[in-house]
Structure formats: structure tokens, C-alpha cells
């Protein structure tokens, strides 16, 4: 990884990077294959030498570099580093970059030695829950903080289409294709951002994920049971599932399988990063509950992959970028259950809580009553928010629930 010129910003995560800067906590950027974690790593790694930081005490280790072996251990990371802080200024601090260090085997305890190395900052980057996990949860429990990266949010695409396409871009008119074709970093990369080349790329995001981060790393055996899955889950994310029901579409379609095999190729979707789930949950004490979870992909773009970019089912796109937006602001987020119907998010963040319905228009008089019913049924005084593209349906309830345009709510700068 180089630092090479003309990358763009993303102020949020290298705000949060520096915030941690002095802590003595290693830095662990968190987040799916392409997301964008090197650039961030790169800009990072910059912006140190722009503040005076001596070249030799920027020491950038990336096992994807040429030249690296491709079964390097901790015997050779260590050897790579020891090098490097040699040749590096110990009056001042070293800042040790890691860039998909989970490829180098036992890493996790030359990183827990470096940890003891006075004035040593570290930041490490991975691409799936396994890096938190096992051993290194053991050496580095408490050591260590979480910064989960994710694909693009509406507000930072719009600050690459506007420094790849000199495109100033209204929200209205940069939403659509946001929805439609997601927000991996990677698209800009591409010169001409067709249907055709989004697909392509998305697709070698998928294959790669999917066959390094899910099949290889767990011993799937069944890779076409696990390609099928997840596919049915993209294209139906917004639907509530149990295991028996995923088990059993599937053996509608001709395929073998147990619900503990779903349960556990769900989990390591989950583990590699390119699926969330929210678990549904009663508000009301009148409400039937047999728990089930709705999936959504980390990626609208990789969802209307698999179901070849329609436009048939918008409703349920733009409750999946809801719904990243969310995490990425830092809420916990369930589904709830009333007696009277479904809310979309319960989300909680500390003391906090916050419901929110999704609807993409809202000019029915009966859809507007439907999703208004399960709010106004709560008893308690928490915020309640729908969002909508509905511009011409805005406003506050006369029981106090707020309806906004989900395109402004997403630009909205209070992230955390």
C-alpha cells in the first residue's frame, strides 16, 4: 500500500483514527472486502506526513504488496517490522499500518508484542469478524478499538461523484443510482460506470468474498448451497426469516439441507461481513412472537446484483440503505412487533431510542394509516421518525411523529 495521490477523504473515519491517536489501543478498521479500508489506511498514513511525522516513522505493512510470500507467518512479520523500527526515529512516535494482516498466520502475537514497544501506534485493517475473534480476543482483550468501515454512505458518494465526475449532483438526482448500484468505492474506479461494468466489478466483489471470506475460511462444502443462499437472501432483504423457512424455499427448489447447515452459513455470511441481520422483537404485550430476523446485504448494489438491478422492488432498496445508515450512525437495531403490525427499526444507542418506519410513498391514504398505526400504538415518548420519498408528505403528526425525505435524513452530519 502506497500513499498515493488523489485519494478522497472520508472525514468521519480519520477523524475517528485520530481520536484514538496517544490512547495506546490498537486501531482495528473493521469492515467488508472493497469497502474502502486501505484508502481510508492510505489516507491515514498521509496525512501523518503532511503533519510532520518523519517518513521512516510511517512503517506501512501490507501483505498484499508485490513481492510479499504468500504464506508469510509471524516469524517473517516480525523479522519485516524489527527492520523497520530499527531504521525509525524512537524519540518520536512510530505509527505501525497493517493492511490485511488476518493473511499473515499468528499475527495476533507479533502484534500483541509491538504493542509493548514505547511510543508504538498501531492501526490494523481485516475483512471479517474472525479478526476479533479466538486468540486474538484473548491477547488483546481490551487492548484494542473497533472502527467498523463501510461502503459508502449517500453523502460521502456524493463527494466522489463530484470529484469524479465534476458533477455537483442535487440529492434528488444522485439517490437513484446510490440505491440502484450502491456505494463501493471501487465503482469510481471505473471509467465508464455502465450497468455492464458495475456488474462485473460487483460481481468479483461477490465471488471474492463469498469463496475466500465464507467457503475457504470455514470449510463450506457445499459452495452452490451457499451461492444460492445468499443470493435469496439479497434479493428478498426486508423479509422476515426463521432458518426452517429459508430451509424450506430451499428444498422447494430441489436442495438438500438441515436448518443447522443454514444456521451456520448465515453466521459466516454474517462473519465475513457482507450480511446483517436485526432480530425481531415484541413492543407490545398483545403481540404473537415467534422471533425471526430480516437480512440485509452490506451493499445495495451487491443486493440488486442478484436480483439483476430491478427496479421492481424499490421500497425494499431504500429500507436497506435505511437500514445501513443506521449502523453506521452506531444504533443497535431490531424489528419490532405491535398488535397492531410491524416497525421497520427499533434502534437503540445507550439511553437512547429511536423507531423508525420506511415507506416509499406515501399519497395512499391507507399506506400512510398503515405505517403510522404501529407508532402511534406505543406508549412511550421516544422519538418516531418515517422516512419516505415523498417530498410533498413531510412534516410532523398531530401525535408528534415526524415524516422526513430519506434523502435529506441521510445527509445529515450527526453520525454518532
Request: with cysteine.
Given at each position: 500500500m502506497?500513499?498515493a495521490r488523489?485519494?478522497?477523504?472520508r472525514k468521519?473515519?480519520l477523524d475517528?483514527?485520530?481520536r ?5 489501543l490498537?486501531?482495528?478498521l473493521q469492515g467488508?472486502?472493497?469497502?474502502g479500508?486501505?484508502?481510508?489506511l492510505?489516507?491515514?498514513?498521509s496525512?501523518?506526513?503532511n503533519?510532520g511525522?518523519?517518513q521512516e516513522?510511517?512503517?506501512?505493512y501490507?501483505?498484499s504488496?508485490w513481492?510479499r ?10 523479522e ?5 523500527l530499527?531504521?525509525?526515529d524512537s524519540?518520536?512516535?512510530r505509527?505501525?499500518?497493517l493492511d ?5 498466520d ?5 502484534v500483541?508484542?509491538l504493542?509493548?514497544?514505547p511510543g508504538?501506534?498501531i ?13 486474538l480476543?484473548?491477547?488483546l482483550?481490551?487492548r484494542y478499538v ?5 461502503p459508502?454512505?449517500?453523502?460521502e458518494y456524493r463527494?466522489f461523484k463530484r470529484?469524479f465526475?465534476g458533477?455537483?449532483n ?9 440505491q440502484l448500484?450502491?456505494g463501493?468505492?471501487i465503482?469510481?474506479?471505473l ?5 455492464d461494468a458495475?456488474?462485473t466489478v ?11 471470506d465464507?467457503?475457504?475460511r470455514?470449510?463450506?462444502?457445499d459452495?452452490?448451497l451457499?451461492?444460492r443462499?445468499c443470493?435469496?437472501l439479497?434479493?428478498?432483504s426486508?423479509n422476515?426469516f ?5 430451509r424450506n424455499?430451499l ?9 443447522n447447515?443454514i444456521?451456520?452459513?448465515?453466521g459466516?455470511?454474517e462473519d465475513?461481513?457482507?450480511l ?21 446485504p452490506v ?13 421492481l422492488?424499490t ?5 436497506n ?7 453506521r450512525?452506531?444504533?443497535d437495531v431490531?424489528v ?6 410491524e ?11 429511536l423507531?423508525?418506519?420506511v ?8 399506506t ?5 398505526a404501529?407508532?402511534?400504538e406505543l ?9 419516505t ?8 403528526t398531530e ?6 425525505d430519506?434523502?435529506?435524513?441521510l ?6
Amino acid at each position: 500500500m502506497g500513499f498515493a495521490r488523489g485519494l478522497i477523504p472520508r472525514k468521519a473515519y480519520l477523524d475517528e483514527l485520530e481520536r484514538w491517536e496517544g490512547s495506546g489501543l490498537i486501531r482495528v478498521l473493521q469492515g467488508v472486502r472493497r469497502c474502502g479500508k486501505s484508502s481510508i489506511l492510505a489516507t491515514y498514513g498521509s496525512g501523518l506526513l503532511n503533519r510532520g511525522v518523519p517518513q521512516e516513522n510511517v512503517i506501512v505493512y501490507d501483505q498484499s504488496q508485490w513481492l510479499r510470500p504468500e504464506h508469510a507467518d509471524a516469524a517473517y512479520l516480525k523479522e519485516a517490522l524489527s527492520q523497520a523500527l530499527d531504521q525509525s526515529d524512537s524519540a518520536h512516535p512510530r505509527y505501525v499500518l497493517l493492511d490485511e494482516v488476518q493473511e499473515v498466520d499468528g499475527w495476533e502475537r507479533v502484534v500483541r508484542q509491538l504493542q509493548t514497544v514505547p511510543g508504538c501506534e498501531i492501526v490494523v485493517t481485516g475483512s471479517n469478524a474472525f479478526l476479533l475473534s479466538g486468540e486474538l480476543g484473548t491477547l488483546l482483550s481490551g487492548r484494542y478499538v473497533r472502527i467498523p468501515i463501510w461502503p459508502l454512505s449517500f453523502s460521502e458518494y456524493r463527494v466522489f461523484k463530484r470529484a469524479f465526475d465534476g458533477d455537483e449532483n442535487s440529492p434528488d438526482d444522485a439517490y437513484p443510482s446510490y440505491q440502484l448500484y450502491g456505494g463501493m468505492p471501487i465503482l469510481f474506479s471505473l471509467r465508464n460506470r455502465d450497468e455492464d461494468a458495475i456488474r462485473t466489478v460487483l460481481s468479483s466483489v461477490y465471488d471474492t468474498v463469498i469463496m475466500n471470506d465464507v467457503a475457504l475460511r470455514t470449510g463450506v462444502r457445499d459452495y452452490p448451497l451457499l451461492d444460492r443462499l445468499c443470493r435469496y437472501l439479497f434479493r428478498t432483504s426486508g423479509n422476515l426469516f426463521s432458518a426452517n423457512s429459508v430451509r424450506n424455499y430451499l428444498v422447494s427448489n430441489g436442495m438438500k439441507v438441515h436448518a443447522n447447515t443454514i444456521d451456520a452459513y448465515l453466521g459466516a455470511l454474517e462473519d465475513a461481513l457482507i450480511l446483517h441481520s436485526a432480530t425481531q422483537d415484541s413492543l407490545s404485550k398483545k403481540a404473537l412472537l415467534n422471533p425471526r430476523r430480516k437480512y440485509y446485504p452490506v451493499d445495495t448494489g451487491l443486493r440488486n446484483l442478484a436480483s439483476g438491478f430491478s427496479n421492481l422492488d424499490t421500497g425494499f432498496q431504500l429500507e436497506n440503505v435505511v437500514y445501513l445508515e443506521l449502523l453506521r450512525r452506531r444504533w443497535d437495531v431490531s424489528v419490532g412487533k405491535t398488535a397492531s403490525g410491524e416497525i421497520d427499526f427499533v434502534c437503540r444507542r445507550g439511553s437512547d431510542q429511536l423507531y423508525v418506519q420506511v415507506s416509499e410513498d406515501l399519497s395512499s391514504p391507507q399506506t400512510r394509516k398503515r405505517e403510522l398505526a404501529p407508532l402511534n400504538e406505543l406508549g412511550d415518548s421516544f422519538p418516531k421518525l418515517v422516512l419516505t420519498l415523498d417530498r410533498l408528505h413531510e412534516g410532523i403528526t398531530e401525535t408528534g411523529i415526524r415524516i422526513e425525505d430519506a434523502r435529506d435524513w441521510l445527509l445529515e452530519t450527526d453520525h454518532r
